[in-house]
């Protein structure tokens, strides 16, 4: 039988696949992707009626209320991650695949923030009217949220990837994975902040973009490394 | 040159107890090498080295005369693993399933060989079903189809048979000796009686065993 040379060209193609998959998966589990939104919603509908509300004090608490609920939405999605794949038997399949693993699980990682760090930016400027969030910082919460989210999956990916074979790994895993969130969570409220001040949010963006790039160059080979350990367990 | 897949001492040891120690295997191209031993006697441990999915090990192994640590892409894409679990996604259809199988291994593929392959397993008909609403042998079915599809050398399938129906027993018995007469080689682990053929070679692992090749 002849021996079947390295794949050339094949990545590409892996990647596709496997974005399309993923996709189809979760729009065709549409609960998975609506809980975080749900619980992105409920959190902040509570809290004007927990606190008070007053317009004035609502704007002062609204940024960092915005970004830590979206946070916390965030990482509730994180778990289902690979958990999945790991049980029905396709996470071993992946990782024997001749194709590079760490560019695959950027696929699965690109597909998350799509379907949860995007919607939880889209949906974030119509909840912050319900905190009285003064105009002209809702784009700037949607642009921080959208940059900031894309960090979070990524750098959540490792920690769902360490906690996969782990059969009650959700609290592990937050464990793991919010003391890095912090600068992502301190930039992201600081720009919305800044932007309600009238201050320059450049700055503030630009280091959201800069945290960006250091986790989509690290987490990829991190995340492969993880589902390795996890796979070896 | 054939492809082989070579185990030199092999020893690997799980919570104070070896399962196996000193353990030389060599897999030749057109050959079956059946894997026996009772429940918990490490068989699909063994697998799951000898396909490259477990570092926790002794010894070393050989893939084409070269270390497998060295040419693991080029094992990868000459291996197809069969697992406990059948790798079928339960939200999607047999065939979006091995769309993505074929997309793995770096081929678009086309949706013809796709459907010939389910004919071949007997999933004629269920091919847009979702593979929740299929049963459990029909699943591992989905997964065997892996095996007309994607063409690879070294076949590593652990208990294949499980929740497989006679007559499909009988149909991927057929298969395996099928693909060692075209020079592949299959590694299998089953408690299902082979067929006894001249290219059958067992081992034992266990008690009583201490990993003899017969």
């Known amino acids: 039988m002849p021996r079947v040379g390295e794949p050339e060209g094949g990545v590409m193609v892996a990647i596709r696949a496997t974005l399309r998959r993923d996709l189809v998966l979760l729009l065709r589990r549409r609960s998975e992707v609506l809980n975080p939104l749900v619980f992105f919603a409920l959190v902040i509908t509570l809290f004007p009626i927990g606190i008070s509300p007053d317009p004035e004090l609502l704007a002062t608490i609204a940024p960092g209320l915005l970004w830590v609920a979206a946070l916390l939405a965030a990482l509730l999605s994180l778990d289902g991650l690979f958990r999945g794949d790991y049980e029905d038997g396709s996470l071993e399949q992946l990782l024997l695949s001749p194709q590079p693993l760490p560019a695959l699980a950027m696929a699965k990682v690109a597909v998350h923030w799509l379907l949860t760090g995007l919607p939880l930016a889209l949906m974030a400027p119509v909840l912050g009217i319900m905190l009285a969030l003064p105009a002209g910082s809702y784009l700037v919460l949607a642009l921080s949220l959208a940059l900031g989210s894309a960090s979070l999956s990524l750098i959540g990916a490792i920690g769902a990837a360490l906690t996969v074979g782990l059969s009650r790994g959700g609290v592990l895993l937050s464990l793991l994975v919010l003391p890095l969130y912090i600068p992502v969570l301190i930039f992201g409220a600081g720009a919305v902040q800044a932007a309600i001040l009238g201050a320059g949010v450049s700055a503030h963006l630009a280091i959201l973009g800069a945290l960006l790039a250091v986790a989509m160059i690290f987490a990829p080979w991190a995340i492969a490394a993880s589902l390795r350990i996890s796979i070896n367990g | ?214």
């Open chain 2, 1 to 214: 040159m054939s492809l082989r897949l070579q185990a030199r001492r092999l020893a690997c040891e799980r919570d104070d107890r070896w399962l196996f120690r000193d353990l030389d295997l060599e897999i030749q191209a057109g050959e079956i090498l059946r894997v026996e031993g009772p429940n918990g006697s490490g068989k699909t441990t063994l697998l799951k080295i000898l396909s490259g999915q477990l570092a926790d090990y002794q010894g070393e192994l050989f893939w084409d005369g070269a270390p497998l640590r060295q040419v693991r892409r080029d094992f990868l894409a000459n291996l197809l693993y069969l697992g406990h679990a059948p790798g079928v996604k339960a939200a999607l259809t047999p065939l979006e399933n091995l769309a993505w199988y074929q997309a793995l291994a770096g081929t678009v593929g086309n949706e013809d060989d796709r459907l010939e392959a389910l004919a071949a397993v007997g999933l004629a008909g269920y091919e847009d079903v979702p593979a929740a609403q299929l049963s459990a042998g029909q699943q591992r079915r989905v997964a065997l189809a892996r095996l007309e599809l994607t063409p690879r050398p070294l076949w590593v399938l652990d208990e294949p048979f499980t929740a497989i129906d006679r007559e499909g027993v009988a149909a991927l018995e057929d298969r395996l000796e099928a693909h060692t007469r075209r020079g592949g080689s299959v590694l299998v682990t089953t408690h299902h009686a082979l067929r006894p053929s001249a290219n059958l070679r067992r081992l034992c692992l266990g008690e009583g065993g201490d990993g003899v090749t017969r």
